[in-house]
């Protein structure tokens, strides 16, 4: 069966980086698209990111364009974001999704998630 | 951005009871709307997508409708494992946007 866990959460402090891992297993994670999601109580969900199942393609949500960098390792069957410049406003819970393809229009919907790993940012 | 706004924030409602929760969205996002479920401290859930395609496993007591910027999502006959928070996501365009959520609670 389909599992994602993620891990590399913790304690930070601002303007340090930090890198999530997202370990899949029970399906081929080279054919999947993945993404990384956050939660706070006060934005709620909040998507973060996309990596095509080659790596070929990524977007970001903007306002952490140029400080976080998703990356996979279809090898290792592991997905990872990197987190530069962490900020107080970035702590969260993270949360690492599958999505699939379906449509003429190849629109990317979420299936599977991961547990969540928690970042707090704080000096 | 494409914003995404569900009503009633919260809902009280008894076991076996009709749940509708609605969803708007900003702008036409056709049918690229999903929903999910999370229960306190776990992981959201995937339930719906393509506004109406229940995803492999979901219980047919849930339903999804709609097109363009007005969508619901409806648990015909309530049970208890269903008292939870309710999400819907617009997937049409980047950035992906959830809606602020839905807690239905037992009355």
């Known amino acids: 069966q389909v599992h994602l866990e993620e891990s590399g959460g913790g304690v930070v402090q601002p303007g340090r980086s930090l890198r999530l891992s997202c370990a899949a297993s029970?399906?081929?994670?080279?054919?999947?698209?993945m993404h990384w999601v956050r939660q706070t109580p006060d934005r709620g969900l909040e998507w973060l990111a996309i990596i095509s199942s080659d790596a070929s393609n990524i977007n970001y949500l903007d306002s952490v364009k140029g400080r976080f960098t998703v990356s996979r390792d279809n090898s290792a069957n592991t997905l990872f974001l990197h987190l530069d410049s962490l900020r107080v406003e970035d702590t969260a819970v993270y949360f690492c999704?599958?999505?699939?393809?379906?449509?003429?229009?190849?629109?990317?919907?979420?299936?599977?998630w991961g547990q969540g790993t928690r970042v707090t940012v704080s000096s | 951005d494409i914003r995404m706004t569900q009503s009633p924030s919260s809902l009280s409602a008894s076991v076996g009871d009709r749940v509708t929760i609605t969803c708007r969205a900003s702008?036409?996002?056709?049918?690229?709307l999903a929903w999910f479920q999370q229960k306190p401290g776990k992981a959201p859930k995937s339930l719906i997508y393509?506004?109406?395609s229940l995803q492999s496993g979901v219980p047919s007591r849930f339903s999804g409708s709609g097109s363009g910027t007005d969508f619901t999502l409806t648990i015909s006959g309530l049970q208890p494992e269903d008292f939870a928070t309710y999400y819907c996501?617009?997937?049409?365009?980047?950035?992906?946007?959830f809606g602020g959520g839905t807690q239905v609670e037992i009355k």
């Open positions: 996501q617009q997937y049409k365009s980047y950035p992906f946007t």
């Open positions: 029970g399906f081929t994670f080279s054919s999947f698209a």
């Open positions: 999704t599958r999505s699939f393809v379906y449509g003429v229009a190849r629109a990317h919907a979420f299936d599977f």
């Open positions: 393509a506004t109406s």
């Open positions: 702008q036409d996002i056709s049918s690229y």
